[in-house]
């Protein structure tokens, strides 16, 4: 199996990093790495991270979830890259599994929504997603059941090849997957089971729905 480096974005989740990592550090071996990108955080994100031994790239100011991936990108000195979120929302466990469908495809995400509604997701987070998956499913002809996961697994060359990523938070997963869809990547979801989040959510029905809404779009069409 390659090697891979795993992205953290973080802003603000002291209550998660420490976990994240330690899990991610179980699943990885020699020539792997894990960086959090601290994204101008306020509390002790960036600490507890570099206690863990995570290594720890720090904007003095929130710039978004999708600049600190972009930094996390140009950081990373494997081509493999894997990103998951600080909140333990996401199974680290899952990803060497992702890593063997890697094999056979160029983007492969996990899905936390081949089930009707994860116990463990706020009702406004699985709302917005399904409504969100169903859209990116008609417009891209191809289905989709979790357009905004942030467990994601793919070589920076995917990258490289398609268009810019236009999205500055939380919609750069919805663009991501429209776009490789659109240019006929080979896409891959992989089941995981969600977990209950720590810290507080961000995310807003309304603001992000349409922000997804725009992010599909953008990667169909521009």
């Avoid at 953290?8 to 792997?32: H, L, M, Q, T, Y």
């Avoid at 469908?101 to 917005?128: C, I, Q, S, Y």
């Avoid at 002809?141 to 060359?157: C, M």
Wanted: aromatic share 8%; net charge positive.
């Amino acid at each position: 199996m390659e090697n891979f480096s795993i992205i953290i974005p973080a802003f603000n989740e002291e209550k998660g990093i420490a976990e994240v990592i330690r899990r991610c550090k179980k699943i990885c071996s020699k020539g792997d790495e894990i960086i959090v990108v601290d994204d101008g955080s306020t509390d002790s994100t960036a600490q507890i991270a570099k206690r863990e031994g995570a290594i720890v790239v720090s904007h003095k100011q929130n710039k978004g979830k999708a600049f600190a991936l972009k930094t996390g990108f140009n950081k990373a000195k494997n081509e493999v890259v894997v990103t998951i979120d600080a909140d333990c929302t996401y199974p680290p466990e899952a990803i060497p599994r992702m890593m063997r469908e890697l094999e056979n495809a160029d983007l492969v995400v996990g899905t936390r929504f081949r089930r009707m509604w994860p116990k463990d997701l706020a009702w406004h987070r699985v709302l917005a997603n399904k409504i969100g998956a169903l859209f990116a499913s008609v417009l891209l002809q191809r289905k989709v059941t979790d357009v905004t996961t942030g467990l994601r697994a793919f070589r920076k060359k995917v990258l490289q090849e398609m268009p810019e990523i236009k999205a500055k938070g939380l919609d750069f997963e919805a663009e991501f997957t429209a776009r490789a869809i659109t240019k006929g990547l080979r896409y891959k979801e992989v089941k995981i089971v969600a977990e209950m989040r720590k810290g507080n959510s961000t995310l807003s029905f309304f603001k992000h729905l349409w922000l997804f809404f725009k992010a599909v779009l953008r990667g169909k069409f521009k």
